[in-house]
């Protein structure tokens, strides 16, 4: 089972950014897909970024250019670079885990807030 621990949350000014964390209880090089979502009030939750573990990396189109994911393998660690945000970014983030495609269980962080003020 993989735990996994989001940080760096907070409130932020439109056009700031932000750098999550999300810290694994495993070596992520051990899992295939690792993931941040997001879900604001009253919408669905809904996939921002990916990296497999062959580093593959895959963004939710409309945040292309603005977020970037990145890892440090050595401290199971995966990072959500969050630039120039806006209002509509506020949400909780969640990390995400996949050990394997091959299976649909998926592991989940308890989730970090994060605040845009305009």
């Known amino acids: 089972q993989v735990q996994l621990v989001e940080s760096g949350g907070g409130l932020v000014q439109s056009g700031g950014s932000l750098r999550l964390s999300c810290a694994a209880s495993?070596?992520?090089?051990?899992?295939?897909?690792m993931a941040w979502y997001r879900q604001a009030p009253g919408k669905q939750r809904e996939l921002v970024a990916s990296?497999?573990?062959?580093?593959?990396?895959n963004y939710r189109d409309s945040l292309k250019g603005r977020f970037t994911i990145s890892r440090d393998s050595a401290k199971n660690t995966v990072f959500l670079q969050m630039d120039s945000l806006k209002p509509e970014d506020t949400a909780v983030y969640f990390c995400?885990?996949?050990?394997?495609?091959?299976?649909?269980?998926?592991?989940w962080g308890q989730g970090t807030q994060v605040t845009v003020s305009s």
């Open positions: 990296i497999t573990r062959g580093g593959t990396r």
């Open positions: 495993t070596s992520i090089l051990s899992v295939d897909k």
């Open positions: 995400n885990a996949q050990p394997t495609i091959l299976s649909s269980t998926v592991f």
